[in-house]
């Protein structure tokens, strides 16, 4: 724990002529022409390293017992966070492509037949929305109607599977906020499931349903932004307040007992910043830019946001990047477009 805070101290203080640059307002991205241009700001840096990352420069991979199976979720994740950066739209287009090819689109979202899971479902839809494209024909597909058809009668979006239905409350608010941009919108029994779930505290659990209601913050960064999109102001208000109310001295965010990380607070800063608690986002994100590698690391690893300031790891720091560039850049799911991004993989501009 020493080891880690003295790091964190160390990357904030090395990072501070950066920080009062970048810090002072909602982050707007450089300008950005060529993969070798550099930036000082700091969600297109992340961004730019990010890219630079995509295997191929299409996907990302999880690697078990040495063989690599292909993350959709992970490079969906890439995609919304070029959006929000405003760069790298060359590669969120590659990436979208690759995982909206058949082969790699069934393996995630099912075959819609036998197999059909509502929260990869309503997650692909949400990035072909961002990025300006026709969710209704994905490779002949139509993401809405399938999504429309696992919504159960109480609202509820389930996977239909022969695994079982793993769906939670993520998945109930990617579907909110992808009906919500939508011209029917958001049916009114799946925000009234979405708000019924809440935890006396004002938070939501990841898993609804249980005996005991545990509040969980990535679970109720995401379900706040859903409720707002689908205009169940009450509700989301009250998961915003319990997010204040478990928010770090240091401005970070942990979950179930864990360390402070850039996961849990770049989900909490993007919900913090579009529910207009511009307090709570701005030191959320002095922590996240806290954690991001700058001028004083590795050359390859700058611009990356470490998980939570200990040892820098790559394999986590994927994920954490993608995760920490909505909160750096101030950008919610629901507002989150690709219109205007630059193409090209922004480096950190170091002395």
């Known amino acids: 724990m020493v080891v880690r805070l003295s790091r964190h101290r160390l ?168 009906l919500a941009r939508t011209t029917s919108g958001v049916p009114a029994d799946a925000a009234g499931y979405l708000a019924g779930i809440r935890c006396a505290d004002g938070g939501f659990p990841v898993v609804p349903e249980q005996p005991v209601c545990a509040s969980d913050v990535d679970a109720t960064a995401l379900a706040v932004q859903a409720l707002r999109a689908a205009g169940r102001s009450t509700e989301a208000t009250a998961g915003l307040r319990w997010l204040v109310s478990v928010q770090g001295t240091d401005g970070g965010f942990r979950n179930s007992g864990g360390v402070a990380n850039a996961n849990s607070t770049g989900l909490a800063a993007q919900a913090l910043a579009a529910g207009g608690r511009t307090l709570a986002w701005a030191r959320a994100r002095g922590f996240l830019a806290g954690l991001q590698v700058c001028c004083t690391g590795a050359p390859a690893d700058r611009g990356a946001v470490d998980y939570d300031g200990g040892t820098f790891d790559p394999a986590t720091a994927t994920r954490a990047t993608a995760q920490a560039v909505l909160g750096l850049a101030g950008v919610g799911y629901a507002q989150l477009t690709a219109a205007g991004a630059a193409s090209g993989e922004p480096e950190l501009v170091c002395p």
């Open 11 to 178: 990357l904030t203080l090395f990072c501070g002529v950066l920080a009062a640059l970048t810090l002072t307002g909602p982050a707007v991205a450089a300008p950005v022409n060529t993969p070798s241009s550099t930036t000082a700001d700091r969600p297109a840096a992340a961004a730019g390293w990010l890219a630079r990352q995509l295997v191929d420069g299409e996907r990302f991979e999880a690697v078990f017992d040495g063989v690599a199976y292909p993350d959709q979720g992970l490079t969906l994740d890439a995609v919304l966070a070029f959006a929000a950066a405003g760069v790298a739209d060359d590669s969120g287009a590659r990436a979208l492509a690759w995982v909206s090819r058949p082969d790699v689109r069934d393996g995630y979202l099912g075959d819609g037949v036998t197999e059909a899971y509502a929260g990869a479902t309503a997650k692909l839809a949400l990035a072909v929305q961002v990025r300006g494209a026709d969710p209704t024909a994905v490779g002949g597909v139509d993401l809405i109607a399938r999504l429309r058809g696992l919504q159960a009668p109480s609202g509820r979006f389930t996977d239909r599977s022969a695994w079982g239905d793993y769906s939670n409350t993520f998945s109930q608010s990617f579907a909110l906020l992808t």
